[in-house]
């Protein structure tokens, strides 16, 4: 039995609210070492870069808060002396510089106000994740908030879920636009459509287990081919985590998720023991709902009510201050109905905003600090903690992923939609293995120095085919990532997002200054196609769920082609014998046709894979490294894999 089972044999994580007390009254150097852990079942962490001084983690299902609520975590958040909080994957906000002193008055003040911070560590079910938007957008199947609330009725506080063999997360979404990062949850709830019994279609949910991005890498959710009502997807979700419960494994933590047992037991069995727990068979899983795209839902949308808009705001890697908090709710209030939601993207969403409201809202000081037009680099930027706070932490990833974002925009300047996520350790809390570009944090060895360094992955993606990210480099020094990554930004083959309309559309003008007065929106924050009003034509509006006006969606995509043009260029590939570029000094060709073709899916790996080759980098050969001493493209050497290769069982790759 590992130290943990053993702490919670002889003691119920949630037992230690009756201690707190106490804690507070003799200080936090009483604490002893399996109190500090049982304390994470009421959401407090003992933080080592911040001895004396704790985080607190607080819920909120499908991240929907008041203005009052926000009000209370600024007020907590200022009265710390160190005013700021984090925005985090899970939809929750961490609070900082707590001291044990306070714990007990500030679970109390959160409980009166309708949050929690219960079980949002250890082994417990987390955060519940959900689309942002739930209830707002036109094309959602359905809305999952009550859902949420509904099954974070059944576990909280219940001691029945406390016990858990390793942490649980778990996403519900009626949103077709992948927005959750479902397919790396234990449970994932997907928009669904079945038979009814009268010929008509049922909205409800496919159901897929056994995602995970720490412990050992990436491994994809299952399908356990079910389909599941939105009434019933409550208690599934409860039962499946009993079955966890009662069968998971839990001899190594590191091989304690769900997904183990997944690959012990196989779907079809796990599915027959759901069934018995329920106690009825479960329906044969339903036709997928969701689209080929993906929204961030960061910008100007239009909500299914008329004459009102959501506006998502980016904020830099999650980082708010208490007066950005108090600004928010100020907003909210103002514009909106006195309701915020955060988002698995580190952002902020403000629903309810009317149409007559929103040139005014555009105007408003605090859109310049969280703007809703972001940069493609910024918009797609998400971070860890890092070693501000975090006790795992290799690097300090917030400061490192904003100063790579000004780099970039100096450097680069406009770029295609592009999403950098960085982890500052193996657990991948800030998702890597999703993103177009991965970095995890490392150490690494620099003329006798370690510095700080990162993997590089690439190629990540969620959705109806998801696709973990593959790690093309080892033991980049953080200086020189800048170098590093510039070449492949500027040719990485990432296509526009363009998603059909799923209903008519319907002009909105966006009044206020000059930079955005007239500019025309449709459902989904886009122009419609056309002329615009200086009578260019308007094929930046396939900018589409940018969700922002088309005065910031930046120029039409210069090598869009048609079918005549695409054809000429196969002609074109087949008179030279079909032979593709191989030489560094061809590299840049090789990526602007990536750019022309819009290559997506598995061409846009195969692209990077040749590459690497192009780099000096065969695959098959191992994962290279960067050397630090040496730089630019003849800094490659082949590491040392030892006996098992490149893609021995210990390679991510395997």
């Known amino acids: 039995m590992n130290k943990t089972e053993a702490l919670k044999t002889e003691k119920d994580g949630l037992d230690i609210q009756e201690d ?21 079942w009421v959401g407090v962490f003992m933080r080592r870069p911040t001895p004396g001084h704790f985080m607190m983690r607080v819920r909120m299902p499908n991240g929907i808060v008041t203005t009052d609520q926000v009000r209370l975590l600024a007020q907590i958040t200022r009265e710390s002396g160190r005013s700021i909080a984090d925005i985090t994957t899970r939809q929750q906000l961490q609070l900082r510089w707590v001291t044990i002193e306070r714990v007990p008055e500030i679970i109390a003040r959160l409980e009166a106000a309708g949050l929690s911070s219960l079980q949002t560590g ?24 009550p859902i949420a609330r509904e099954f974070q009725r059944i576990f909280l506080g219940n001691k029945e879920f406390t016990n858990l063999p390793r942490k649980f997360n778990v996403t519900i979404t009626g949103c ?29 949910f496919n159901v897929a287990v056994g995602g995970k991005q720490g412990s ?11 389909f599941v009502r939105p009434e019933e997807a409550a208690a599934v979700c409860a039962a499946i985590a009993l079955v966890y419960r009662d069968h998971g494994p839990r001899e190594s933590r590191s091989k304690a998720r769900l997904a ?18 329920l106690e009825r068979p479960l329906p044969r899983a339903g036709r997928d709902a969701r689209g080929a795209t993906h929204s961030d839902h960061i910008g100007v949308f239009r909500q299914r009510e008329p004459g009102l808009n959501y506006v998502g705001l980016k904020t830099p890697v999650g980082r708010v201050t208490a007066d950005q908090l108090d600004a928010l709710a100020r907003l909210a209030d103002r514009y909106g109905r006195g309701e915020l939601r955060f988002m698995a993207s580190q952002d902020v969403l403000l629903p ?28 797609g930027l998400v971070s860890c903690t890092g070693t501000d706070f975090c006790n795992l932490a290799l690097i300090d990833t917030k400061t490192r992923a904003m100063a790579l974002a000004n ?45 700080d360094g990162v993997h590089v992955f ?45 209903e008519p559309r319907h002009e909105l003008r966006v009044p206020g200054h000059a930079r955005h007065r007239g500019t025309a929106l449709s459902r989904g924050g886009r122009r419609p196609r056309g002329r615009a009003e200086d009578g260019r034509t308007a094929r930046r509006g396939r900018a589409r769920d940018r969700g922002q006006p088309v005065a910031h969606a930046g120029p039409p995509d210069p090598g869009r082609r048609g079918a005549a043009s695409l054809a000429a260029a196969r002609i074109r590939r087949r008179r030279r014998g079909g032979v593709r570029p191989r030489h560094g000094r061809h590299l840049g060709r090789l990526g602007e046709r990536g750019h022309r073709r819009g290559v997506s899916g598995a061409g846009r790996v195969d692209q990077l894979r040749r590459r690497s080759r192009a780099l000096r980098f065969h695959p098959a050969r191992g994962l290279p490294s960067w050397r630090a001493h040496g730089g630019g493209v003849d800094g490659w050497r082949q590491p040392d894999h030892g006996a098992t290769g490149a893609r021995g069982a210990g390679s991510p790759l395997a």
Request: hydrophobic share 35%; net charge negative.
């Open 352 to 379: 309810h905003v009317p149409d007559t409201m929103l040139g005014d809202l555009t105007q408003e000081p605090l859109l310049k600090e969280l703007p809703y037009n972001p940069s493609e680099i910024r918009r």
């Open 20 to 40: 707190l007390v106490r804690f507070a009254r003799e200080g936090w150097k009483t604490i002893g070492d399996d109190d500090k852990e049982r304390l994470k």
């Open 176 to 204: 077709p636009e992948h927005c959750t990062s479902g397919e790396t949850q234990d449970i994932s709830m997907t928009p669904a459509l079945a038979s009814g019994g009268d010929g008509d279609e049922i909205a409800g």
């Open 407 to 451: 780099q970039f925009e100096k450097d680069i300047g406009k770029t295609r939609p592009i999403s950098v996520r960085w982890s500052g350790c193996p657990a991948s809390c800030g998702n890597h293995h999703t993103a177009d570009i991965g970095l995890q944090g490392c150490k690494v060895k620099v003329d006798g120095k370690i510095v």
């Open 216 to 226: 050992g890498g990436p491994t994809l959710a299952r399908s356990l081919d079910a």
């Open 260 to 277: 183990f047992l997944l690959a012990e037991w196989g779907a079809e069995r796990f599915r027959k023991e759901l069934e018995a727990r």
């Open 458 to 502: 690439v190629g990540g993606r969620g959705g109806n085919d998801p696709r973990a990210a593959m790690r093309i480099m080892e033991d980049v020094p953080c200086d020189e990532l800048p170098e590093v990554l510039e070449r492949l930004v500027r040719f990485f083959p990432r296509p526009e997002r363009q998603a059909p309309p799923t």
């Open 122 to 145: 250890m082994d417990n079910i987390r955060g519940i994740i959900g689309c942002p938007a739930t209830g707002l957008t036109p094309g959602e199947l359905i809305d999952t908030a």
